[in-house]
Nanobody, 115 residues
Framework: QVQLVESGGGLVQPGGSLRLSCAAS????????MGWYRQAPGKQRDLVAT???????NYADSVKGRFTISRDGAKNTVYLQMNSLKPEDTAVYYC?????????WGQGTQVTVSS
C-alpha cells in the first residue's frame, strides 16, 4: 500500500518562499511520475508541476520561472520549491504519484500567500 505524506505548507507574505516535501512510503519501482497539484476554494484541482522517474519535468505556465520541482529517488521523495509567491498561489497543494496505471494522492497541505 502506497501512502504519500506532505509537509511544508504555511502562511507566507507575497514575494516569499516555501518548500513543500512529499514522501512516498511503500516499494515503488519502475517508471513513475510524481508531482504537485493545487486546488483553490471553488476551483478545480490543477496541475502545478510533475517530474518523471527519469527526470523529465513539466510545469504549469503560471508557475514557470518561480517554482522548481525535484525528487530524491532513493527516498521516494518529491519537493516543490516555491519562490516569488503571489496571492493567487493560495491553495491546498496535493502530492501525486502516478505508478502502475494508478493515481495516489496525499492529504494536502495548505499554502496561503497574504500580507
Amino acid at each position: 500500500q502506497v501512502q504519500l505524506v506532505e509537509s511544508g505548507g504555511g502562511l507566507v507574505q507575497p514575494g516569499g518562499s516555501l518548500r513543500l516535501s512529499c514522501a512516498a512510503s511503500g516499494s515503488i519501482f519502475g517508471v513513475n511520475v510524481m508531482g504537485w497539484y493545487r486546488q483553490a476554494p471553488g476551483k478545480q484541482r490543477d496541475l502545478v508541476a510533475t517530474i518523471t522517474s527519469i527526470g523529465r519535468l513539466n510545469y504549469a505556465d503560471s508557475v514557470k520561472g518561480r517554482f522548481t520541482i525535484s525528487r530524491d529517488g532513493a527516498k521516494n521523495t518529491v519537493y516543490l520549491q516555491m519562490n516569488s509567491l503571489k496571492p493567487e498561489d493560495t491553495a491546498v497543494y496535493y502530492c501525486n504519484l502516478n505508478w502502475g496505471n494508478r493515481y495516489y494522492w496525499g492529504q494536502g497541505t495548505q499554502v496561503t500567500v497574504s500580507s
